[in-house]
């Protein structure tokens, strides 16, 4: 299954399950549990049965035939040796007389029996649910297309669904605090590399972090050769989390996605679980910005070994500088540290300037990156990543990259924004180049490249395929229609349209940018045909009517088989434009619109990166990044806030038709200037 068939699977299971709550009752957050619980059980049995014909194929014959297989056969091939009531076909193929929830619930209890890690981890509240409509939802998870999937796959999907969770809000206004968007763990991941050793998240909500640094040791593994080792072998998860419900999910999370970690339901202000200062290879984090009433009287928070001894405790009423120091403290001698933080923190004042003027002399802070508004899905503020390294190359000891990148992201929908796959491959670029990397902006750049290539690639053949079904709905009509609407004549001019556009296999992209032009308008020629159509429907309309006007005034008839013939024609016209239409909204859009928008993101990321950096080289770019060095700092009275040494560049988006709103705007200004005149005219009369 490709990444576009997964995507496409993403989304159809969720409009599925989504449907099914928009009918219920239920809110989002009382939906959540059940449904992940679900996706897990759904997991656990499509783990079970690989696992199944693995073990059985690999235990060798005997005397007496093959033993049959040991709970232990199938923990050493990663799965669950699941009982008959828990398997997921059992649940689906119930009778409807049987209590659908009791059996669920069954089925999760028996899971926790056997396995005690899972305990107090896997939904029990099924009841909760009306009974068709949970019968329903184990249908959504049990078509073919899912019985197949494997770990990799599932773990996208309940990654997905955390996600669509966490944008409807599921929590209240905690719905941000369990899942970090994508987009910031991914930046946060490319930067830090986290390939190996011991990873913490003192505040790991769903365990987003873990997941996508599975992801990223999963791809080195696998690129150097060594793919025999597991991502297991190479790093060694550790996560802390206050709240019960989301110690779950990154239970869940981590058991769906194979990684094994120790998550502890713990408070980090006043404990530290699992002990681990000065012994981090990474630290990633998304913690609660600004939490107040943190006791710092406390015994524990006064003798804190995560703290800076001499000015370790802000006066400030909120944790963020608390936070910072923990991060800080975790790391090893050559450890690395990523994580969000609230805007205000790189400018605080008092105490928290003191504390941060200690961080940065110790030379640790190797990066800022400021991130723009609607990166999380329920609140819409700016943040800033923050990045550490102790164990610094000589050359930038002393120095700190900044990167302004609030006028870089991509559009989502009104409300939402993120980063592309080209933006987070430039940030990375632009990092490795600070750290020496001499190929890495180059190596970036090329990947841009060839990414909007396929897509390109993956354009046209969409759009082929689309003209082909559409000429195929309509080609058929006979005589006046046929050659009025000349469907032939278009489709060739479309299919040597088509064949002229070849993407273009070396820097130019020519051709690429004109594929943009050809299809911002779907189906440009056929549209062209119906309001040609629609014309000559017009003429003949008005000459029936002045035909039938005559034969009035002269005595004659009207001619019932005109009028049929006009009204068959109108019909004609109103099945092809309905026709149309729907399939522009329904098809076109996801197969044509969506992709080539995909396309001018990748495209921009591109030159983007070509435009900054023609050499391939790092250099400072106004308005973007800047290397700056310890004694600048200082003049900016220590303020780690990147947009003060950036400084700014002019934003213009090129696919805004500035000209045209120029144009409405003068023409209102004209509109509104002649009502002013003649108000003022029958002010003066008034006066007169």
């Known amino acids: 299954m490709n990444q576009k068939q997964i995507k ?89 007389a049987d209590d659908i929830s009791e059996a669920v619930n069954t089925a999760m209890r028996l899971i926790e029996e056997k396995y005690p890690d899972l305990a107090g981890i896997l939904p029990r509240n099924y009841q909760e649910l009306d009974a068709n409509l949970l019968r329903d939802l184990i249908r959504v998870f049990n078509e073919d297309a899912v019985k197949n999937l494997t770990g990799d796959v599932f773990g996208r999907i309940y990654e997905y669904f ?19 968007p994508p987009s910031l763990v991914q930046l946060i991941v490319n930067l830090i590399q986290p390939d190996h050793g ?34 297991n072998e190479a790093i060694t998860c550790y996560g802390t989390e206050l709240k019960s419900n989301n110690t779950r999910l990154a ?82 001698a050559n450890g690395r540290a990523g994580f969000v933080m609230a805007s205000s923190a790189t400018d605080a004042g008092n105490t928290e300037k003191a504390i941060r003027t200690k961080l940065i ?18 609140r819409s503020l700016p943040c800033h990543v923050w990045f550490l390294d102790k164990g610094k190359r000589a050359e930038n000891k002393d120095k700190i ?33 600070y750290r020496g990397d001499k190929s890495a902006i180059a190596t970036a750049s090329h990947a841009n490249q060839q990414d909007s290539i396929q897509q390109a690639k993956d354009i046209l053949k969409n759009v082929k395929r689309l003209k082909k079904q559409l000429y195929k709905t309509v080609k058929n009509r006979g005589g006046e229609d046929k050659d009025t609407l000349d469907f032939n004549t278009a489709k060739k001019q479309l299919k040597q349209k088509i064949k002229d556009l070849k993407p273009a296999n070396d820097a130019s992209h020519a051709d690429c940018e004109a594929l943009v032009s050809l299809f911002e308008k779907p189906f440009p020629l056929l549209s062209d045909l119906i309001e040609k159509y629609k014309t ?19 005595g004659k008839k009207k001619d019932p088989a005109l009028r049929k013939q006009l009204e068959l024609k109108n019909k004609t016209l109103r099945e092809l434009e309905a026709h149309y239409n729907d399939y522009y909204q329904q098809t076109t859009q996801s197969q044509v619109g969506e992709p080539l928008y995909d ?73 509104l200037n002649n009502e002013a005149n003649a108000l003022m005219g029958l002010i003066q009369g008034v006066n007169l």
């Not at 955390?162 to 970090?180: P, V």
């Not at 003192?202 to 992801?215: D, E, K, L, N, R």
């Not at 000015?311 to 991060?327: R, S, T």
Request: with cysteine; proline share 4%; glycine share 6%.
């Open 599 to 671: 396309y001018k993101q990748s495209l921009k990321d591109w030159q983007s990166l070509n435009q900054h950096f023609p050499d391939n080289d790092y250099q400072d770019i106004e308005g973007l990044c800047k290397i700056v060095d310890l004694d600048e700092i200082k003049e900016n009275d220590y303020s780690l806030t990147p947009g003060r040494y950036v400084g700014y560049s002019i934003q213009i988006d090129m696919d805004f038709d500035y000209q045209g709103r120029m144009a409405k705007i003068h023409k209102e200004l004209a509109g």
């Open 251 to 332: 239970k869940m999370n981590l058991a769906i996605h194979g990684i094994e970690g120790k998550i502890i339901e713990s408070n980090s202000f006043y404990t530290d679980p699992h002990e681990l200062v000065g012994n981090c290879d990474f630290v990633m984090a998304n913690p609660p910005f600004n939490v107040n009433k943190v006791d710092k009287k406390s015994d524990f928070v006064k003798n804190d070994k995560r703290l800076f001894d001499d000015v370790g405790i802000p006066k400030a009423d909120n944790g963020n500088y608390l936070w910072i120091q923990y991060f800080y403290h975790y790391l090893n």
């Open 536 to 554: 000559t429907l017009a003429a003949d309309k008005k000459a029936l009517l002045e035909k039938e006007k005559q034969d009035k005034k002269t």
């Open 361 to 378: 002399e110790t030379g640790a802070v190797d990066c800022i990156v400021a991130v723009g508004n609607n990166f999380f899905y329920t």
């Open 162 to 180: 955390l996600m669509k969770f966490s944008m409807s809000g599921a929590g209240a206004q905690e719905g941000g605090e369990f899942f970090t």
């Open 401 to 433: 990259l900044m990167i302004d990148a609030r006028n870089t992201f991509r559009k989502v929908n009104t409300t939402i924004s993120d980063f592309s796959d080209g933006q987070l491959r430039n940030f990375s670029a632009i990092m490795q180049a």
């Open 8 to 96: 496409q699977l993403e989304a159809n299971l969720w409009d599925s399950a989504d449907n099914l709550r928009a009918n219920s009752k239920l809110t989002a957050a009382e939906y959540k549990d059940p449904v992940l619980g679900l996706i897990l059980l759904r997991y656990a049995q499509n783990r079970y049965e690989r696992a199944k014909q693995e073990i059985e194929a690999n235990i060798p014959d005997s005397p007496r035939g093959k033993r049959k297989p040991t709970e232990a056969d199938y923990l050493a091939a990663g799965a669950m040796m699941l009982p008959e009531k828990s398997l997921y076909d059992y649940l689906a193929n119930l009778p409807e």
């Open 198 to 231: 011991i990873i913490h998240d003192p505040a790991c909500g769903s365990g987003g972090m873990f997941v996508q640094t599975g992801h990223f040791v999963k791809n080195a593994l696998s690129e150097s050769g060594k793919r025999d080792k597991s991502v």
